[in-house]
């Protein structure tokens, strides 16, 4: 049996998106996994698997390229409302293991709801009570970052240049301390102006990437809680910007580009579940 995918991205960050309404698709680790590898698979940051769902248009499961299933990605958040767009006149309600978002397509872009941002230590999660804002904990030269989950965990470190941080380094230090129960993404951020943010992320099993749209949220929401920009922001990452908004109604919304590169088919029995 051959399965249809679709290759897609948001800002460079890549995925292979599988629709698994109609046929459901049996998806592991394993097969995750060998699907996400670059060299012998078709090659992803992440995994994306569509399946029915009874809250929301349709249920979107997440896997990093480790084969771990995550909570919230949104960059692919824009690409399945960008692929559903024309099917749900526009707006698609998303589930996702970190809750229901709402994407909508418009002149610039792809408008994701994300929810609301969580602040408590227990939220995050962190192993045990301290403040989030600030919090009293370091790794070398990163230190005191704010915690933030968005609908998946974060720590945030300000510093003055995001590109003299040896990420690749200290990123999988950060990600794997028992700290993190659930591990950790890794932000590092430079204001650039009033209201924009230069950012460099380590995701939580998947690395440096070129870009990462809860870490622009989450990095978004830390600069706005410490002051130091308004509820409008754009976070610049390497693969481009992101527009983000602090809305009145508490929810996070994030703007951005997504597209589709291209399309095949994949022999189910190459990658065994």
């Known amino acids: 049996m051959h399965i249809p995918f679709r290759k897609m991205h948001g800002l460079g960050n890549d995925f292979v998106v599988i629709d698994a309404r109609v046929r459901a698709l049996a998806m592991t680790a394993r097969r ?3 699907l996400a590898d670059r060299k012998t698979g078709i090659g992803c940051d992440q ?3 569509l399946e029915p769902s009874d809250s929301a248009d349709v249920r979107m499961r997440i896997f990093n390229p480790d084969g771990g299933e995550v ?9 399945v409302g960008l692929l559903l767009a024309d099917e749900r006149g526009g707006e698609t309600r998303i589930e996702t293991l970190g809750g229901t978002i709402v994407a909508k397509a418009g002149t610039n872009g792809i408008s994701v709801a994300m929810g609301r941002p969580r602040f408590g230590w227990d939220e995050i999660p962190l192993a045990y009570a301290m403040d989030t804002l600030t919090m009293p904990v370091g790794w070398e030269d990163l230190v005191e970052p704010v915690a933030v989950n968005v609908g998946n965990p974060h720590v945030v470190f300000f510093v003055p240049d995001t590109h003299a941080v040896d990420l690749a380094r200290l990123g999988p230090l950060i990600e794997t301390d028992p700290l993190f129960p659930r591990r950790i993404n890794v932000n590092v951020a ?3 102006g009033p209201d924009a943010i230069a ?3 380590w ?3 998947a690395g ?3 870009a990462c749209g809860t870490g622009a949220c989450a990095t978004a929401i830390a600069a706005m809680r410490r002051r130091l920009t308004g509820r409008k922001v754009t976070v610049t990452l390497p693969g481009g910007p992101l527009a983000i ?3 009145d109604t508490d929810e996070i919304v994030m703007t951005g580009p997504a597209a589709t590169s291209f399309e095949g088919t994949f022999a189910e029995d190459d990658y065994p579940a």
Not at 71 to 79: D, P
């Open 32 to 34: 995750a996994a060998a």
């Open 47 to 49: 995994l994306i698997v």
């Open 71 to 79: 909570e919230s990605c949104g960059n692919a958040s824009r690409a």
């Open 190 to 192: 430079t204001l650039t």
């Open 199 to 201: 950012l460099r992320v």
């Open 203 to 205: 995701e939580r099993g």
């Open 208 to 210: 440096l990437t070129r």
């Open 245 to 247: 908004e602090w809305d």
